[in-house]
């Protein structure tokens, strides 16, 4: 069975901090984890817990508001791309889904960004790239 943990790194595109940042937040006690064979590793619920966590929903927010920001201020766009905002209404596991699902779909070496913020049952994620892969992303998860 595997195991539903995400490395930080994969925290870092989720919440757009980076690991540096991430782990002053374990070391402030705002984000709990367990290093596995020296890699820190976050179940589903501690990073619900980490993104709704007052202290730090205001800069989540901030970077995801920056990642639309950044994408409509760029007026030299070398390539097509397109910046998509949907918001989901879902229960708690299939908003993990929702998460690992776009965590697997950032490629390394493709210049896109994604932010997620779930807020009780209100789930919200930007993702900002090259128009096909943005779109291959986000069809991929309504054919699952």
Same mark, same amino acid.
């Given at each position: 069975m595997e195991k539903n943990y995400y490395n930080i790194n994969e925290l870092a595109v989720i919440s757009g901090f980076t690991t540096r940042s991430l782990r002053n937040f374990i070391t402030m %006690?705002?984000? =709990?984890g367990e290093k596995i064979d020296g890699i820190w590793q976050f179940t589903p619920e501690e990073i619900d817990e980490f993104?709704?966590?007052p202290n730090v929903m205001?800069? $989540?927010? /901030?970077?995801?508001n920056a990642v639309v920001y950044d994408f409509m201020a760029d007026t030299e766009k =070398?390539?097509?791309? $397109?910046?998509s905002v949907l918001d989901y209404v879902?229960?708690?596991?299939e908003a993990a889904e929702l /998460?690992? !699902?776009y965590c697997k779909a950032m490629k390394d070496g493709v210049d896109a960004s994604f932010k997620y913020e779930k807020h009780g049952k209100n789930v919200r994620v930007i993702i900002s790239g090259p128009e096909d892969f943005v779109l291959d992303? $986000?069809? %991929?998860? !309504?054919?699952?």
């Open positions: %006690g705002h984000l =709990k993104l709704s966590n205001p800069g $989540i927010k /901030s970077k995801a =070398k390539t097509n791309k $397109i910046c879902m229960e708690d596991e /998460s690992k !699902y992303a $986000i069809n %991929g998860w !309504y054919k699952n």
